[in-house]
Structure formats: structure tokens, C-alpha cells
């Protein structure tokens, strides 16, 4: 079925010229000549976008834009309004606009930016499915549908029903832990306990006794009988995370409890029997501990039978806008605030950094740019001020690295060697426009005329890089 655009404009011509170029796109379009009558239509026939012009005879685009949220719940406005007045622009966007053109445009900037508010308005949908049906799936909770997460949900249903141990490899932060939790729920030992303990954080002298327990008077301290970890987890599932931190010493005694499911307490000479599946996980590359002789050769292969690989979020980044929308209804919730999107500028900061802590540093990108938002959509100066020079120790930094302010375009060349290409391509570009900006003493015009680009699209790539052009006057 094809999507639905409803266009509000008062100029015939330009509305049949753009009607004729959507259609020809594939789109179902209807029109509209006033808001009065556009917010009247968009409340009938549930349009997928709307393109609305700002000044109209009556009741102006920007008034609009509240009853059109009424009206039509959750549907992205695209204002248009007169190079003149892009001020009314921005003031959209304020107020909810997912986008503004200034006239005339390009038809084919113009088609770039709907397909992606379609694309967006596709996305949230999918993500409201996933959140309805996430208590028929536990599946639904491991958020992603780029190529790589389809791949591995599908694995992760097969190893699940399985009763077989599992390794679970994966980058710091890409979620091996809500991966054996999923594996668990969709076990048959889910009724069963799901005990969980942290290899690298017990200290050495104390994580034999945490996995398998110890006998009264075992050591000094020991003053009754306890049950390890693999005893409490009878009947259901145990997760041994970092498990290539365990010690070396220790590997011996976890071969058996892993190949034969018993193991002594410590202190005691009986061994006692597991019945318990065993999920392990680790961000190390376990074939170089091998070789290094940190890890059992004998202990990594009984391992690496059911092997899950959880891919890092630089290769899966067509689940940004999903994560986006599900981590920030979570900071919604968190901080009592109520952003409603993050702007199209703010999304390409995140598309062009290759998130070295993954998921988990995603996350904290976006709660933190919800702190420092003061309207209901995230703009590029949200992430830049959430992640400046003043975030608190340990935070990662979520911007692609940019030319220092006055670089010349042979020290970003220069600097962006060895950057993957976005970053690299993002450092050159911000460098070229100051050297035009400079050159042209601050004028937007002059310099958009040297690059060979229009004055909206120095706008919009000024605003993309957080650039002040006033900063070049004179």
C-alpha cells in the first residue's frame, strides 16, 4: 500500500508541480489550500507525512502545527516556507516540525528528506509493534532489524531451545548479557533460577568457593557448609561472564564441572552434580588467550560449541533510529522529561561515530543529550553540549573527532589520516567550509558560492557542524 502525503499549499502551481513529483515517486497524495482545511483532512485520512506551507490565507503553517499534532498523532510535518523568512523555519522546528524547505528547492533534496521521514515514521511504528508484542516475545527485547540482528535472533532462537552449553562472544557494551537472558527465557529451564556471577570482579582467592562452593572449616572463616553458584542454579541456567578473566588455575576444575556437570566443594572430597546449562560469555578474543597461554585449549574448545557473536553497533548501524526512539522513551521516563524525537542533525552525529562502547555508550549518548535539552526534539547542540569538555570523567565522547576552529584544509587531510572514512570525511568537509568562510570574511553567500553548493545547504552544513558564521567577519 502506498504511503499517504498530504500537501498543504495555497499556490497551485507550485502544489501540482509537487504532487506530480511525489506521485511519480509512488506516494498517495492529497492537497490542501488552507490549515483549516489540511488539519480537517489530516484527521480523516490519516496521513503518513504532511507538507505544509507557512504562509497561507487564514490560520498560518506555524498555528498549525499543534492541531495538526491532534489531528494526526505522531505524523511528521515538513514546513515550507520563503528563503526570506527560513526564520519561520527554524520556528517550526521549534515547535515540532520534523523538517523546513525553503522555496524554491530541489525536488530532489526535497524527495531525500521525505523518504527519510518516512523511513523514521516506519521505524517508530515497527518499534510501537515490538514494544506490544514484547511480553509474546522475549526475543522482542534484543531491539534491532538490520541484517546482522535478524541473523542473530534467528541463531539465538535455535541455540535456545537446545540443551546445550553456549558461548556468547561480543565487544564491551553490544549486550551479552540481555542475550543470556533471553536464551534463559526461551530455554526449557525457565522456570527454572538464572544465577549470574562476574569472573573478572570476584577476586581470585574467593571465586573458587563462589562457583563451587565449600565445605565447614574449608578455611579460616568457613564456619558452615555453602553452596556454589552451580548448585543454586539447579534446575535452570548459569551465566559465567567474563569468563576469560577466569584464572588459569581454576580452568582445570571448571573443565570437568562443564564436561562431566560435578565438581568437589572446596575442602571436600565428594563431588557433587550439576544439573544446570551453562552460558558463557567474554568480550576477549579466547583464541589469542590460547595461544597466549592464559587460556586452556581444552576449556575453549568444549566451549566454542554453540557459539553466539554479537555484532558491534558500527556494523549494525541501520538500528540507530530503533535504539534512539527506545532509549530515549526510556530517559523520558527516567528524568520526567518529554522530548519527543531527535532532530534529523543530531541523528547524523551519531551515524557518522563508530561508538566504541556500543550500545551501552549509545544509551548514555542520548539520556545524556536529554538532560541538557531544553525543547521537545534533541538538536545537534544538545549532544555537543551533553558530550563537551565537560562531562565527567570516564564518559565517552559521541561526536566524530572535527578540525580544531582555523585549521587549514592540508592540516585536516593531514589529521584525518587513518580515520575510518566517515570521520575522516566529516573532518575535511568542516575544514573546507571554514577556508571558504574565512576567504569570504563571514558572508554565508559568497561562501556557499566558492564551494558550489547553495546557501541552504551551507545552512544546514553549518548547523550540522555546530559552526558560527559570524566567527569569520571582518
Known sequence: MAERILVVDDDRA??????????????????????????????VMGPDLILHDIK??????????????????????????????????????????????TKPFSLV????????????????????ELKQRGKESPLNAIIGQSAPMRALKERIARVAGLNADVLILGETGTGKELVSDTI???????????VKINCAAIPENLIESELFGHEKGAFTGAAAAKAGKFEQAKSGTILLDEIGDMPLNLQPKL??????????RLGGAKPVTYDVRIIAATNQELERRVESGAFRSDLY???????LLLPPLRQRKDDLPLLAEFFLDRANRRLGTDICAISQQAMEIFFNYDWPGNVRQFANAVERAAIFCTSTVITPGDVDQAFSNKRPAG?????????????????????????????????????RIEDALRRARGVQTDAAASLGISAKNLWNKLQKHGMDPTAFKG
Open 14 to 43: 507550485f502544489q501540482g508541480m509537487l504532487v506530480e513529483a511525489l506521485i511519480e515517486k509512488g506516494y498517495a497524495v492529497d492537497t490542501a489550500s488552507t490549515a483549516e482545511e489540511g488539519i480537517r483532512k489530516a484527521g
Open 56 to 101: 497561507l490565507p487564514g490560520m498560518s503553517g506555524l498555528d498549525a502545527l499543534a492541531h495538526l499534532a491532534q489531528a494526526a498523532p505522531g505524523v511528521d510535518v515538513i514546513v515550507m516556507t520563503g528563503y526570506a523568512s527560513k526564520d519561520s523555519g527554524v520556528q517550526a522546528m521549534q515547535r515540532g516540525a520534523y523538517d523546513y524547505f
Open 109 to 128: 533534496e526535497m524527495e531525500v528528506v521525505v523518504r527519510r521521514a518516512l523511513e523514521k515514521r516506519r521505524l517508530q511504528q515497527e518499534l510501537a
Open 184 to 194: 534463559h527465557t526461551l530455554s526449557a529451564r525457565a522456570r527454572g533460577p538464572f
Open 255 to 264: 573443565l570437568r564441572a562443564v564436561e562431566q556437570k560435578q565438581a568437589e
Open 301 to 307: 574448545y568444549r566451549l566454542n560449541v554453540a557459539t
Open 395 to 431: 564518559t565517552c565522547d559521541p561526536c566524530p573527532p572535527q578540525a580544531a576552529p582555523g585549521a587549514t584544509i592540508a592540516q585536516a587531510a593531514a589529521e584525518a589520516d587513518g580515520l575510518p572514512l566517515r570521520q575522516a570525511l566529516v573532518r575535511f568537509e568542516r575544514a
